[in-house]
């Protein structure tokens, strides 16, 4: 026993130690005194900035500050925080969110920490105006691509197989013939009828591994690329995309609702749905679409071009009032018309009126479900723009903001963002 207990020990020391790297020491707070991290229109909302290394404050430590509406702060500072605290405050007369965004300069490093303080977000209202035949142009796209044949293909990927989830990487027509969407099925080995949920992307350009966690739970799930090429390419296809053909694509054609590169991205997502309908044991009755970022975006596009979609859940969701900045308001991501305010830019204004999140939201009906999550401390997606859009939504919806967020997802967040994907879905009664 003491020669297999020695053998043990020598085996170990030969093991390759990994250790993890998790967080700073040094932690920039900015606190509202708040816990809500909510007021109305006329208070004052107050904040601690601290700065600490090791749990303890930093005496004599530089910083730079900056407050005041989020994407139009006014107030810019620089100073030494003798005891490594500051306090701070302000105020808005209008709905809104005031930021401060502070950046510590410690042993020639930056650190940064940030708090938006909402204003009576239940009052903020979006901007954009929703086209006369907004709806028309899409359901005519959408007739138009239909006159094509789905004409799938379906490769089954038994590497990534469970004993219970087949996937397969597939693969249908979208707009016209040749013009194909790719995305990842799984489909549960039991045989039977299931709830479906179709998960649309983020921005860039990237392989994707399919939703194999839900069908496991006893769905069919469907995630899909936007860019027309195979979705389980070596990185570096990719990579070589993001950085050529398709840099900025979300730039592309935006000064003509015909020509602009989300028409078929658009069109794609309902194609999906016809496509889970036809060959896929999709039950006919629940069936949701879910996304972050350009995904949220999506998420709403598709609830609210298609019926078929009984719940929906954007998560801090781009491409919402594009026009908020040509009004002084923060807008949403790829954020258009905010560095040069729309000048010369007529043609680019009208034709974002068409691919706006908020008028796809102003489509979504009282029969559809939507959960809504986004961060307080979101500098891509304003947090302004996230309420707006909630805000414009008639029907069942729940809002969940976790304030501390900036572009990511806690943990926390993403469990109950899951959980309530599966409840809607029946699966989680």
């Known amino acids: 026993m003491k020669q297999l207990f020695a053998l043990l020990i020598a085996l170990m020391a030969f093991l390759p130690l990994q250790a993890q790297i998790r967080g700073n020491n040094i932690v920039v707070t900015v606190e509202?005194?708040?816990?809500?991290?909510?007021?109305?229109?006329g208070e004052t909302a107050k904040f601690v900035v601290e700065v600490r290394r090791s749990g303890t404050l930093i005496e004599g430590v530089s910083i730079d500050y900056s407050a005041g509406p989020e994407m139009y702060q006014n107030e810019k500072k620089s100073l030494t925080l003798k005891d490594g605290s500051l306090k701070l405050q302000g105020k808005m007369s209008s709905p809104g969110f005031y930021r401060v965004d502070v950046t510590a300069h410690v042993d020639g490093k930056d650190y940064k920490g940030a708090c938006a303080a909402a204003f009576s977000p239940e009052q903020l209202q979006p901007s954009t105006i929703m086209p006369g035949d907004f709806e028309a142009f899409w359901q005519q796209a959408i007739a138009d691509a239909r006159k094509t044949d789905l004409d799938p293909t379906?490769?089954?990927?038994?590497?990534?197989?469970?004993?219970?989830?087949?996937?397969?990487?597939?693969?249908?027509?979208?707009?016209?013939?040749?013009?194909?969407?790719?995305?990842?099925?799984?489909?549960?080995?039991?045989?039977?009828?299931?709830?479906?949920?179709?998960?649309?992307?983020?921005?860039?350009?990237?392989?994707?591994?399919?939703?194999?966690?839900?069908?496991?739970?006893?769905?069919?799930?469907?995630?899909?690329?936007?860019?027309?090429?195979?979705?389980?390419?070596?990185?570096?296809?990719?990579?070589?995309?993001?950085?050529?053909?398709?840099?900025?694509?979300?730039?592309?054609?935006?000064?003509?609702?015909?020509?602009?590169y989300y028409k078929h991205v658009i069109v794609g997502c309902i194609r999906a749905l016809d496509y889970i309908e036809q060959y896929t044991p999709w039950n006919g009755k629940e069936c949701g679409v879910t996304g972050s970022s350009q995904g949220g975006f999506l998420s709403l596009v598709t609830a609210g071009l298609d019926k078929r979609i009984t719940c929906y859940a954007p998560v801090h969701a781009a491409l919402c009032d594009h026009t908020a900045s040509l009004k002084g308001v923060a807008c949403g991501w790829p954020h258009y018309f905010y560095w040069n305010k729309g000048k010369g830019m007529e043609k680019q204004i009208e034709c974002s009126r068409y691919y706006d999140g908020v008028n796809f939201a102003r489509l979504i009906n009282g029969q559809q479900k939507g959960w809504f999550s986004f961060g307080y401390c979101d500098d891509v997606v304003p947090p302004t723009t996230a309420w707006a859009t909630y805000n414009i939504v008639k029907g069942p919806k729940e809002i969940s903001p976790y304030q501390m967020t900036w572009h990511f997802w806690y943990q926390e967040q993403w469990d109950e963002w899951e959980q309530w994907l599966l409840t809607q879905l029946g699966i989680n009664k």
């Open 32 to 41: 509202p005194d708040h816990q809500d991290w909510k007021y109305n229109v």
């Open 154 to 260: 379906k490769r089954l990927l038994p590497e990534r197989c469970t004993k219970d989830v087949n996937v397969y990487e597939v693969s249908f027509n979208n707009a016209r013939w040749g013009s194909r969407t790719y995305g990842i099925l799984c489909i549960p080995v039991k045989e039977g009828k299931y709830p479906a949920l179709l998960r649309v992307p983020g921005a860039g350009v990237r392989p994707y591994g399919g939703d194999i966690y839900t069908a496991s739970q006893g769905a069919v799930t469907l995630e899909i690329g936007i860019h027309g090429v195979p979705v389980t390419m070596e990185q570096k296809i990719y990579t070589n995309l993001n950085e050529g053909a398709l840099n900025g694509y979300w730039e592309f054609g935006m000064d003509n609702r015909d020509k602009s």
